[in-house]
């Protein structure tokens, strides 16, 4: 399974671009999608899933442009968007029961399912009360839930962790592991933790534009070698913000421990292994 | 000062922006418009028995200002009285919440932006009131006053009353908007079938004087006993001969002063619901038994299972409708109160035993008013309730789930008004019966080609209002259920409107869908 984007653009004015001649091959597997707030991420992940258009450009599975042909995707399609909503007034079962029928799926299999993807999430309880009821937490459970209700093959996550705890979180990268097996994942998240952990590639966006893309270990080589960590004092910690890249700083006594990136380390400093959110970091400074 | 200052331009400039307020503005201005007729029109809008004023600028500003008082008190309500729940939805008033601004200053700032949304459709008025005047150019002076101190005294006044009253049923109501919209209806129509009777000191809407004042102009010029004055959209039984000359009142301090003690109470109103205002503190109300069990379940959230794909349950290709049918239905049936079910029931029983004609004019279009707030978002839900991300992207969204949410709808109207095609069909007439479900499949259309028109329920709301309130009326001009028309020209007038109605509905669906 291959879907092919080939120079997509969305344009909302003359100027304004939300994505701007996106090219990006996603195989099997999960493709991690990392970039800052308004870099294009939903807009990218709206557009493959046909809800929204693009200005110009292809995007094509296994061959078939998905623009003229939405519902070959739509098939085969789990969508979790990062703002969606219920309908509060329906239990889980029944807005279950209405999502698989957007979907066209059922037969006498479908409420087995509908119960297996409940205890899956846990939501077995309380399956049974509207959803208007529902925490933070449980509904995005049950938006989950939707997104496996029709044997997906392309899953696409807009910020899935959000309103989940640690171990759920963890669960649930168990989960699309699983999935990744046999389908297409494509995951955004804020939380480069997330990405780090269970994505094959990584597409770092700033802008609407790709800035990198690449297996982990490939993005994270452009900043080997230049991650340092140097000792301060906190009277200079300011001084050293402004000439260098300075990704994550901890107190140590009365003195304060910078992680930075550089081409040329301060006095003092001891190397340090790269990591995906100091590439990611950098990259998109550089990109700035 | 600024913080209230900066509630009312922000909330003023949030409403004015939106579709339904355009719209609103537009069919405000087709009737301010008809407000004073041509004389050779087929209607009268204030007549005084037999006898219409001349075109004069005391008739044309004090009866626009007047129609204007009645109208915008019927039809505002509607526009104006979601104010607060918008703060609730969006998340702002939470914020709000937490500011200093006091619970009445809030609500002050709501009252007054919906008096300033009112006040921009009464200006749009009042400038077509003087176009009027300049157009038709029947040879009388032009006097800015008989213009300007009726809209001044009459109108707005009123207009403040209405925008105070929207704020106050927020307050109380905010969990029953339904019951909001119905009371309100069934307020405003006892209010305006007792003005010409009622008391001075209850005249809300401020015509009382101008009706006196009428009344004993037409009896000093003609000494006819038929000079009640009547008010309304009021087709035939005219003589456009018997014109007389109206050169408005005198503003007496009792007069203007009445119009401020409305405006004065409107801010009493306002001050004793703030006191019970929720402050945006609303938690989601459950039967105790609910809550007990909701409790129980909710504290030990348990953390995901291991899900296995590959070992759930199989599922097969479904691509029918009748799964989306089925939940509309649900999802229509439990919308609002239960006990507005009730009085659906109640309805229902009219309908089989009460008076064929009575069932068919007065208690049908009362029972479908009844059901307003199901339909309204019938088609807009998706977007409000933020679903469209999954229904746009579900398959065939254009074929499926719009036909299930539209015949969902037909089949609520269609088993509600089911007594009356039950005795239309036994008693033989087919023809009336075909007009019920006519109007049902209508209705329902409407419904759903407002809503995404405007993308908002409050169009379909105010405009299913105004028609039910002119079929009480017994007015024909918005009878689409066939309770005042018949015959086949009329059948294949609201076939063809079904028709129209459908392809734009559809129409409508396929822009949304390209344009998310």
Known sequence: MKISIQDISKRYNKDKYALKDFSLTIETGILGLLGPNGAGKSTLMKIIATISQPTSGTIELDGTNIQKDPDHIRKVLGYLPQDFGVYANLNAYEFLEYIAAMKGVGGSGLRKRVEALLEGVNLTESAKLPIGTYSGGMKQRIGIAQALLNDPKVLIFDEPTVGLDPEERMRFRNLISDLAQTSIIILSSHIVSDIETIADEVAIMQGGTLITTGTQAAVIKQVDGKVFEVLLENSALSDFKSKNLVVNTSRQNDKVLARYISNHPAPGSTPSPASLEDAYLFLTHNNN | ?516
């Not at chain 2, 069919?27 to 407000?35: G, H, P, Q, R, V």
């Not at chain 2, 037409?218 to 309304?232: A, C, I, L, R």
């Not at chain 2, 291991?306 to 649900?330: M, N, R, W």
């Open chain 2, 1 to 516: 000062m600024g913080e209230f200052y900066q509630i009312v331009v922000s909330d003023y400039k949030q409403r004015t922006r939106s579709y339904a307020f355009l719209v609103t503005l537009a069919i405000s201005l087709y009737f301010a418009y008809s407000f004073v007729p041509l004389p050779n029109a087929e209607y009268t809008t204030v007549r005084a028995g037999n006898y219409i004023g001349v075109q004069n600028s005391a008739w044309l500003g004090y009866v626009t200002a007047m129609m204007c008082s009645i109208f915008l008190s019927m039809i505002g309500f509607y526009l104006i009285n979601s104010g607060i729940k918008k703060d609730t939805d969006t998340g702002v008033g939470m914020i709000i919440a937490t500011t200093s601004v006091s619970n009445f200053k809030y609500l002050l700032a709501k009252t007054v932006s919906n008096f300033l949304v009112l006040l921009s459709i009464a200006a749009t008025a009042f400038l077509m009131s003087i176009g009027l005047f300049l157009i038709r150019h029947a040879g009388y002076p032009f006097q800015v006053s008989q213009f300007v101190l009726p809209y001044l005294i009459i109108t707005l006044p009123s207009l403040f009353f209405v925008s105070a009253l929207a704020v106050v049923a927020e307050v109380f109501l905010y969990r029953y908007t339904i019951l909001m919209n119905i009371g309100y209806f069934f307020l405003f129509t006892f209010i305006v079938s007792q003005q010409l009777f009622i008391a001075p000191a209850l005249d809300v809407f401020g015509v009382k004087p101008v009706t006196v004042a009428l009344h004993e102009t037409v009896k000093q010029h003609y000494d006819s006993t038929n000079n009640e004055v009547s008010m309304g959209y009021i087709f035939g039984h005219r003589n456009p001969r018997s014109t007389f000359v109206f050169n408005g009142i005198t503003w007496t301090a009792a007069i203007i002063g009445a119009r401020l003690l409305y405006m004065f109470g409107s801010l009493l109103l306002v001050l004793a619901s703030s006191r019970f205002f929720h402050r945006f503190d609303i938690k989601q109300r459950f039967k105790s038994k609910t809550r007990k069990k909701l409790s129980a379940i909710i504290a030990p959230v348990q953390p995901l299972h291991d899900i296995k794909l590959s070992e759930l349950p199989a599922i097969t290709p479904a691509y029918g409708i009748a799964p989306f049918i089925k939940t509309e239905l649900l999802m229509l049936i439990r919308k609002g109160p239960r006990w507005l079910w009730l009085i659906n029931l109640g309805g229902m029983v009219a309908l089989a035993v009460a008076p064929l004609s009575i069932a068919h004019q007065m208690i049908l279009p009362g029972l479908w008013f009844l059901q307003v707030a199901r339909w309204s978002d019938l088609a807009t839900k998706e977007k409000t309730n933020r679903i469209h991300y999954f229904s746009y992207a579900s398959y065939k969204p254009l074929t499926r789930l719009l036909p299930a949410q539209i015949l969902a709808g037909i089949i609520l109207a269609l088993a509600l008004a089911s007594p009356l095609l039950v005795r239309c069909l036994i008693g033989g007439y087919l023809s009336a019966g075909l007009n019920i479900i006519m109007g049902g499949i209508f209705i329902v259309l409407f419904a759903v080609a407002a809503g995404m028109l405007s993308g908002g329920k409050k169009l379909f709301e105010i405009l299913f209002f105004l028609a039910t309130y002119v079929n009480l009326e017994k007015a024909p001009v918005a009878d689409y259920f066939g309770g005042m028309n018949g015959g086949t020209a009329y059948t294949v007038l609201i076939a063809g409107c079904i028709g129209l109605l459908a392809v734009m509905s559809f129409m409508l669906r396929k822009f949304e869908l390209s344009r998310i």
